[in-house]
């Protein structure tokens, strides 16, 4: 379109833009269209696409809609075509599952691994790093839980799909809390945490033997706070 053709009164370019306004029907016609063959392919591609996406899935899902935009609203856009492509991203995504069936390197590449955030009530500062998940976001997942602090957990795992696994200790041992320092306890009175330092960083529990209050013997911060319990 010419700089010439932008004119701002021209109510008819608002409303159907370069079109005629009998594409307007037509427009709507091939969204019913597109909409049932997108039920279609979207059932063929399986369960796993009503339930959290993985990374492939979230790339196909991103396809399609990239695939229906054009024949959705432009008149030039043959839906043919189109039913093509989606025919062979549905192919695409079923031959992927079928490797990673096969291959555990290929289910690797598709969809990533898990990665353990908590050991034994401390964090794996270098696994969250790389998975670009700092202490406050995770913290965050874990108030969703109703996890209070780190000295409940033997694991947590961040799956491959993106949600959070964990598993408890039999027994609560004292630990860093996970609420925000204006809604974090009091130090304990009494009790295992009486008296306790763990530390702020990785939520590492020193032992009667350690030194606590110096550099921790994990992370190697110097930031220390009462353990709750």
Request: hydrophobic fraction near 45%.
């Amino acid at each position: 379109m010419k700089k010439e053709d932008i004119i701002f009164s021209d109510w008819h370019r608002w409303l159907f833009g370069t079109a005629p306004p009998a594409f307007a029907f037509e427009a709507a016609l091939r969204a019913l269209v597109i909409f049932s063959a997108m039920l279609l392919i979207v059932r063929w591609l399986g369960r796993r696409m009503k339930g959290q996406l993985s990374i492939s899935e979230l790339a196909i899902i991103l396809t399609l809609g990239a695939i229906i935009a054009g024949p959705l609203h432009l008149p030039t856009g043959g839906l043919l075509p189109s039913f093509a492509v989606l025919l062979t991203v549905l192919g695409v995504h079923r031959l992927s599952n079928w490797l990673a069936f096969k291959s555990r390197p290929a289910e690797l590449v598709q969809q990533g691994d898990v990665a353990l955030l908590v050991r034994n009530g401390c964090l794996e500062l270098e696994t969250m790093q790389n998975h670009a998940l700092s202490q406050e976001q995770f913290f965050g997942m874990l108030r969703n839980q109703s996890i209070a602090q780190l000295g409940e957990l033997r694991r947590a795992y961040l799956e491959a799909n993106g949600r959070l696994s964990y598993y408890k200790l039999p027994e609560p041992q004292p630990g860093l809390s996970v609420l925000p320092p204006a809604d974090r306890p009091p130090p304990a009175a009494d009790g295992p945490a009486q008296g306790r330092q763990v530390c702020a960083t990785c939520g590492y529990l020193p032992t009667p033997t350690d030194h606590a209050g110096t550099h921790c013997l994990r992370c190697k911060a110097d930031n220390w706070v009462p353990s709750v319990i």
